[in-house]
């Protein structure tokens, strides 16, 4: 293993979510033993997700990461359908899934992305949270109705994390940000990044109700 794919596990260790792209791949793992991740497959649509003929399903998945309850993770993925003008591409079967996975690889959780309209090249936008009791996850991407002839490649995939609870924006939910919340309820000179955070629940104001939930995030 290279020194680039250490560093970039470690920083998903540390809980930065991972990122996928052409340049940046160090710890992901594609089913398909038959294509290595790599610039040119990646660049050249061969990341495909689909289950084939011998019923195995070929998919895409992170490496691990850090995570808290409560932490949703956006997902931007660039999904290109090489075939989608093909008379045999059904468009009905090319259906994104990205899974939580918890340390044991036991999908905890799963959002799927069905497509209304397609084009060569998608950007796929999925959003997931952090269920309790997950400190550590991966992400697995796949598309279990797709097969060979309907299916899409993984081209890239952005990918975002912001810890509910979190208003004094340290990377953690404690009793400190309790703290920031009353500051905002008692209108002490705040800053309005602090108040935009202090409204937890997102009902346009700071109450004891955003008290409350940070408290339940520190409780998980």
Known sequence: MTLFAVLIMALAANGQVPQFSSKSFAGWEYSNSTIELNESNILGNKIALYVNSLGKALTLTSPQFNCQPGETIDMKVIWVTDQ???????????????ALLDKDGVAVDSVTWAPANLSRF?????????????R??????????????????????EMTSELKGDVNDDGEVTVADVNAVISVIMGDNVSEDLIARADVNRDHEVTVADINEVIDFILK
């Open 84 to 98: 989608w003008l093909n008379e045999s591409f059904v468009a009905s079967k090319v259906a994104l899934t990205a």
């Open 122 to 134: 998608n950007e796929v936008n999925l959003s997931i949270m952090v269920p309790r009791g997950i």
């Open 136 to 157: 550590s996850a991966r992400l697995r991407f796949a598309s279990w109705k797709a097969d060979v002839y309907s299916c899409g490649a993984v081209r890239q995939i």
